[in-house]
């Protein structure tokens, strides 16, 4: 029996370690992130709350030109918030689950305030009718976990 193949994306406003932005494996791992480093410090702004906010908007911009294919074609998304930009993450989360209502929806979510983020979550899920948000633990920043994720997704191709 021939493996199921599935797309999967993954959206940070930092990086992943070791893995630069774009598509990876064929077409089976869109990473949409910063080359490197931290949105706190190489965003635009004067200050890391501005700098990290003015990065997920232009992500959050150029996400659908540079994954270049339909978003209804993408069977899962794991998208980080951190502590601050908690609110612009889910509702980047929110308005790609609109367009794509049967993907596998993950926020990847550091400690930080990790109980306003799960009732947030759990809010949602219960006023809605589709798939539920899932929300899985990362160290602050994300970048080592996603990067272990990435491996971990490209391993099975
Ligand atoms: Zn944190």
């Not at 992130?33 to 232009?58: M, V, Y």
């Not at 049967?102 to 589709?130: F, I």
Request: charged letters at 20%; a negative charge.
């Amino acid at each position: 029996m021939p493996e199921e193949i599935k797309t999967t994306v993954i959206i940070t406003y930092n990086s992943v370690e070791g893995f630069g932005p774009g598509w990876h494996q064929g077409a089976r791992l869109f990473i949409h992130s910063l080359e490197n480093g931290w949105a706190n410090e190489k965003g635009k702004g004067e200050t890391p709350e501005q700098r990290r906010a003015n990065t997920i908007i232009e992500l959050a911009k150029s996400f659908p030109s540079e994954l270049n294919v339909s978003i209804k074609t993408v069977d899962e998304f794991y998208i980080y918030a951190g502590e601050g930009t908690f609110a612009s993450s889910l509702a980047l989360m929110l308005d790609i689950a609109k367009a794509n209502p049967k993907a596998r929806m993950v926020l990847v979510a550091c400690p930080c305030l990790w109980d306003y983020k799960v009732e947030s979550v759990y809010g949602y899920n219960q006023n809605k009718d589709g798939c539920p948000i899932e929300i899985i633990p990362c160290e602050c920043g994300g970048q080592h976990f996603l990067s272990r994720l990435a491996k971990q997704i490209i391993s099975q191709y």
